[in-house]
């Protein structure tokens, strides 16, 4: 079973400024079955971006995903208010799926 | 336009079994690489993954629970339900159903419920 590390456990950032979200995997992952969701309170997790660095439909690209084998990385190039949230990634291996515990993107 | 609707009770008791329903539109799942997940979140926790079942019926469950759930489809209805039982007050969590992704080379959950939070409590 894969499990994924995400760092750091919290960010404080200001709008404007650039975020760098990291998920590592205990064993290899293939690109092709890393996602990553942004969640806000009392609302579901939505998908951000699939295959390691696809945006989904209507993502912003201010939102970049990369990475391989075992790291992996979220970006957000220039923050916006409505980007302070928890984000998960998620991963797909030897037929069972995992999240992360989560990166909380917090305002300073 | 694909919708996900959980559905079942907010409060169980401990021992019980839990039933789950997941009623969805806007897909199939007798379509070629589709299939519908659950998930559950405790309270200010991280989501964790319990189970999916493809639109082939193959099964999948997660290994630390896997002798405690049951996932099943009824095609013709639009529902996935899933059972856990045992029920523990560790399990209280907001349980969200999610389409997998259609394709066959890539998997991710692109449509979520809005969820439903179960506690456990006598």
């Known amino acids: 079973e894969i499990v994924l590390t995400q760092s750091p456990g919290t960010l404080s950032l200001s709008p404007g400024e650039r975020a760098t979200l990291s998920c590592r995997a205990s064993q290899s992952v293939s690109s092709s079955y890393l996602a990553w969701y942004q969640q806000k309170p009392g609302q579901a997790p939505r998908l951000l971006i699939y295959?390691?660095?696809s945006r989904a439909t209507g993502i912003p690209d201010r939102f970049s995903g990369s990475g391989s084998g075992t790291d992996f990385t979220l970006t957000i190039s220039r923050l916006e208010p409505e980007d302070f949230a928890v984000y998960y990634c998620q991963q797909y291996g030897s037929s069972l799926y995992s999240f992360g515990q989560g990166t909380k993107l917090e305002i300073k | 336009q694909i919708t996900l609707k959980e559905s079942g009770p907010t409060l169980v008791k401990p021992t019980q079994t839990l039933t789950l329903t997941c009623t969805f539109s806007?897909?199939?799942?007798?379509?070629?690489?589709?299939?519908v997940g659950w998930i559950r979140q405790p309270p200010g926790k991280a989501l964790e993954w319990l189970a999916l079942?493809?639109?082939?019926?193959?099964?999948r469950y997660s290994p630390s629970l896997k002798s405690r759930l049951t996932i099943t489809k009824d095609t013709s209805k639009n529902q996935v339900v899933l059972t856990m039982t045992s029920m523990d007050p560790v399990d209280t969590a907001t349980y969200y159903c999610?389409?997998?992704?259609?394709?066959?080379?890539?998997?991710?959950?692109?449509?979520w419920g809005q969820g439903t939070l179960v506690t456990v409590s006598s």
């Open positions: 999610a389409r997998r992704c259609q394709s066959v080379t890539t998997a991710y959950f692109d449509y």
């Open positions: 806007g897909f199939s799942l007798s379509t070629s690489g589709v299939g």
């Open positions: 295959g390691a660095s």
């Open positions: 079942i493809y639109w082939d019926d193959d099964k």
